[in-house]
């Protein structure tokens, strides 16, 4: 043993000095940027002249396709345009009582008695509230986007599973479709399809897609080898071995990822609303985000957060078979009975009546005023305190990471101005806690901080990009190898090419503040919900209604109270990314094998050490999941904070949009997934490579 | 543009006389086809629609109205998907509207008459803080410099400007007269609005770009500046009030001669204008009962109108 452990350790050793020594050249690079930054300005800007027409090019490459398939997206449009006209008609034309019973009785067979209850009193709201026909086009989109991404995401997932050369390529298209922002790709869209709401319906299905693909091959992929070589020796054909073996074996995640794309179709109204051609709940809560009517767009947004929660446990139901003992009693056929009934009823209201007889005038959503007064009130009664956060935060921690330690230390915002000796003292404490920490946990924790310490003195935007480009390279180098390595420096290399470099960094900036701050933030939420079933019940409803609502909703209150500019965005972005390291940790911790916890506390471990020795590096594994859907969260909400006002990559989709500039939206669009996409692969890397040492 | 009116007159009453028209130049057309108007975001431009629609009902046409996006709306408009939209801010229109105007695609059938206003407003109470407001003089004292400062622009004040994706002529403004102000891009009219009302209620400064009619200023007492001379008369560096006009499909009036007549003649009141608006958007009213209500009351107006377009 000792022997084998001899021949291990020198191996082991010039490994790790190798990986120290890249990282010590790569700071040494890029303090030498710093040093000469005064004197070479092109290290820290990216050179305007080397910028390359990235955009213009694909402009040029899109105004000549466009006329020569123009033709063919468009009579697909018109193809798609007549049953979304005749759905929305026949849903505004039902009274609501029909569709109310109909609801009904699917909700009870789904879910039995409480479910059914629930979707009575949530159409009972669409009503009350006056959004009864706006909630029935929003339907109407959901019922035709979801059969469109099921049957495409099923027959691509067969595919994928069925040739594995296809697969990587499959899996590339997946991620773009869901981390290129909706925003970017509408202008393109709207040059095929032609305005009018088939183009919201096809960005919903281009988003909701890819769920239901992942899933199809995860299900496939799933299918123990037992069950399939049963089907064989039973004799199946090809055919009957795919649909009565595989299939229904993989039925249950299957019916996961049919879930799944409902919830995103859904989730796209608001953008399709953007369009506009469809007089939709979305196009009410943009309307009430125009005229930062709090109350009316807590009112609309709420319709959408219970149509999810509706069509979420709906499906879900479905999904699991619907066991409640008193659903079991509604069998297929009574269900066809009530529902026909439901016609019958509708056709029998619609003789008698006359039109509209039966909807309230403008409803709840003509008296919430009041809301905004009420908001308003707190703004003005509070005001110094919510200036007072927002001056402290951007103070202390906004303006340093953007422009830097260095920059921000003057008179004007500090009050004292930046001294070699300060600056020397600054680099000392840096040397020192890298020392400490890397004899302590080993250099790696040493190289991070240093790394840390140089992006506090120079500030996102302040930092040299040779010196960027460098580390991201080693750190996908090291993680996980060349590959990655060369997509990330590729990446970052051409969004700077494309001129887009100081949106880039303040992107990275907002994004990397907001997901630090969630992770930190919603991870002490998460642990403590999951030592107190109180906290826990408390947080479930606003973690959902967080994800459920359209983040245009909280946009109003936050810039009442804390004005245009990046504090308020940062807030915007935090709301959506803070539920994921709350779920996750919650979910992490109270799933730890209890024998283990046990016997922690059994050697006599305070609560403290049994969760940070014990409970979290156990959890690890999920926590780490939880802190990559934080980072696609909060990239995924950059293209809504450019509402309140930001400079970030999101903004530039905004104003290619604004401009009808196809080109320049898909490159910002492009550099948002990139971005995603980058950080997940990361994240994966770093849980296998922890997985092997393990 | 009287002129131009009084050109245009007189050449249809010659082309009239001349015989060029056919006989049928002010025939409803295809009535039977609904006239698609676009239905912008803004309840200002609601009012201006249904009052186009409900009049076009009146000459005998179907009236379909459609929810449209401020820019995607030209791609509907480009090839016919919207008939018309009568109330096209020309200072809020992208690349996309020159662009298809030059193309042909869309037509311009002249002005709404809307008397619009466009410019830096300051809320009422701004006139303690800043003495000497409006004129912009004002703002270049060093307490209004002072009081207008927030951490993000320090030292300079802060100018809260139209969304990046409008344009921003505020700051090549304040660049030309060396202003110790910077522009601040707001990202949404619901940005706007929301400082807007917030400043009023909290009375912290604000000093931003804004527009009229627009129904926040019903509700909102606020002063304009008096704006600095021009350093030329080119739209980037000089604000004029913005004109406002009404777009057509370019087959708009060989499908519907009549209601392309009507829609030329068609002119919306500010003040009218402002009054419908405050009553849906914070009375609760029914918009399409309170455009009634107005078309009712002035059949004087419109009558007009119609009488040209069945001539």
């Known amino acids: ?694 | 543009m009287l002129k131009s009116t009084m050109l245009q007159s007189a050449g249809l009453a010659l082309a009239i006389l001349a015989g060029v028209l056919p006989a049928g130049a002010a025939d409803l057309g295809a009535k039977d086809e609904p006239i698609r108007l676009a239905m912008l975001e803004w309840t200002g431009a609601h009012i201006s629609t249904h009052i186009a629609g409900q009049l076009l009902q009146k000459l005998g046409y179907k009236v379909e109205y459609v929810t449209a996006g401020n820019f995607p709306q030209f791609s509907g408009l480009a090839d016919g998907t919207l008939s018309a939209s009568v109330e096209i801010w020309l200072n809020n229109v992208g690349d996309i509207f020159p662009k298809v105007l030059a193309e042909k695609k869309i037509e311009d059938i002249g002005k709404l008459g809307l008397e619009t206003k466009e410019g830096w407003i300051y809320p009422k109470f701004m006139e303690q803080v800043c003495p000497g407001l409006p004129d912009w003089t004002a703002l270049e004292k060093p307490e209004c410099v002072q009081a207008l400062s927030t951490p993000e622009t320090a030292p300079n004040g802060r100018f809260l400007d139209y969304p990046a994706d409008w344009g921003s002529r505020a700051a090549t403004i304040i660049a030309d007269n060396n202003m110790p102000y910077t522009a601040v891009p707001s990202g949404s009219e619901g940005a706007l609005v929301a400082e807007l009302e917030a400043s009023e209620a909290a009375k912290t400064p604000l000093l931003m770009m804004f527009w009229g009619p627009h129904y926040a200023l019903a509700e909102n007492d606020v002063g304009w500046v008096k704006m600095p001379p021009c350093k030329d008369e080119s739209n980037e560096h000089c604000i004029r009030p913005p004109d406002v006009d009404k777009i057509v499909w370019s087959g708009f009036g060989q499908k519907w001669p009549a209601a392309y007549e009507f829609l030329k003649q068609l002119q919306v009141n500010a003040t009218d204008q402002q009054k419908m608006m405050l009553a849906v958007d914070k009375k609760g009213q029914d918009l399409d009962t309170v455009v009634k209500a107005w078309v009712e009351a002035n059949e004087a107006v419109w009558k007009p109108w119609i009488d040209a377009a069945k001539e």
């Open chain 1, 1 to 694: 043993m000792t022997n084998a452990a001899a021949a291990i350790r020198p191996a082991w050793r010039s490994r790790v000095d190798l990986g120290l020594l890249a990282w010590c050249g790569a700071i040494a690079v890029a303090l030498l940027c710093l040093a000469l930054k005064t004197r070479l300005p092109w290290l820290v800007t990216f050179p305007k002249d080397w910028t390359l027409p990235i955009a213009a090019g694909i402009n040029a490459i899109s105004d000549a396709v466009v006329p020569l398939v123009q033709p063919t997206f468009r009579a697909f449009s018109a193809l798609l345009d007549w049953p979304m006209r005749a759905i929305r008609a026949r849903l505004v034309w039902l009274p609501w009582p029909a569709v109310m019973l109909a609801v009904a009785a699917l909700a009870f067979k789904a879910g039995g008695m409480r479910l059914a209850v629930f979707g009575v009193l949530a159409l009972a709201y669409m009503l009350v509230a006056g959004y009864w026909p706006q909630s029935m086009s929003t339907l109407s989109l959901v019922i035709l986007a979801v059969p469109i991404s099921t049957a495409v995401g099923f027959g691509l997932g067969v595919q994928g599973y069925r040739h594995n050369r296809v697969k990587p390529a499959l899996t590339a298209l997946l991620d773009l479709m869901q981390t290129v922002p909706a925003f970017a790709y509408l202008i393109p869209l709207l040059l095929l399809f032609g305005f009018g709401p088939v183009v919201g319906l096809i960005a919903s299905a281009i988003f909701a897609t890819p769920p239901m693909v992942r899933n199809t091959m995860l299900g496939l992929e799933r299918v123990p080898e037992a069950i399939r070589e049963a089907g064989l020796m039973s004799g199946c054909t090809g055919r009957q071995q795919f649909w009565r073996v595989e299939i229904p074996t993989a039925q249950p995640q299957i019916l996961v990822g049919f879930n799944q794309t409902t919830m995103a179709a859904l989730s796209m109204v608001i953008v399709a609303a953007i369009i506009g051609g469809f007089e939709d709940i979305g196009w009410e809560v943009l309307s009430s985000m125009r005229k930062a009517e709090f109350g009316q767009s807590i009112l609309s947004g709420l319709v959408i957060a219970l149509l999810a929660i509706l069509i979420d446990r709906i499906t879900l139901g479905f999904a699991r078979g619907g066991n409640d003992s008193p659903a079991r009693r509604l069998t297929g056929r009574r269900l066809l009975v009530v529902l026909a009934l439901s016609v019958f009823l509708a056709v029998a209201l619609r003789l008698f009546l006359p039109e509209g007889a039966l909807l309230p005038g403008s409803g709840l959503r003509g008296q919430a005023g009041f809301v905004n007064q009420w908001l308003l009130g707190v703004v003005r009664d509070y005001g110094w305190l919510f200036d007072g956060i927002r001056n402290g935060v951007l103070y202390s921690l906004l303006l340093p990471l953007r422009i830097g330690i260095a920059g921000a230390a003057t008179p004007a915002i500090w009050g004292f101005s930046w001294t070699p000796a300060l600056g020397l003292a600054y680099t000392a404490a840096f040397l020192a806690g890298a020392l400490w920490l890397a004899g302590r946990f080993g250099w790696r924790w040493g190289v991070a901080l240093l790394v840390t310490g140089l992006f506090l003195y120079a500030g996102f935007v302040g930092f040299p990009w040779p010196a960027f480009v460098l580390f991201a390279g080693l750190l996908a180098y090291r993680v996980s190898g060349a590959g990655l390595a060369l997509f990330a420096v590729a990446g970052f290399l051409l969004i700077m090419l494309a001129g887009l470099a100081t949106p880039l960094a303040m992107s990275l900036y907002l994004c990397g503040l907001a997901v630090v701050l969630c992770v930190l933030i919603g991870g002490a939420l998460g642990v403590w919900a999951a030592h107190s079933d109180t906290v826990s019940h408390i947080l479930r409803p606003i973690c959902d209604a967080l994800q459920t609502m359209p983040q245009f909703v909280f946009l109003i209150p936050a810039l009442m109270f804390f004005k245009v500019g990046e504090f308020t965005a940062l807030i915007a972005i935090m709301l959506y990314a803070i539920v994921p390291p709350i779920r996750y940790v919650e979910h992490g911790l109270r799933h730890v094998r209890a024998d283990v916890v046990e016997a922690v506390e059994q050697m006599g471990a305070t609560p403290t050490q049994t969760l940070l020795n014990a409970k979290l590096p156990l959890a690890l594994p999920v926590v780490m999941l939880g802190i990559n859907q934080t980072i696609m969260a909060a990239l995924s909400m950059l293209a809504i904070a450019a509402l309140v006002g930001t400079r970030e990559l999101g903004q530039q989709v905004y104003v290619a949009l604004g401009k009808a500039d196809a080109g320049m939206g898909l490159v910002a669009g492009l550099s948002i997934a990139f971005l995603a996409i980058l950080a997940d692969r990361l994240a994966q890397a770093w849980v296998k490579r922890r997985e092997v040492v393990a």
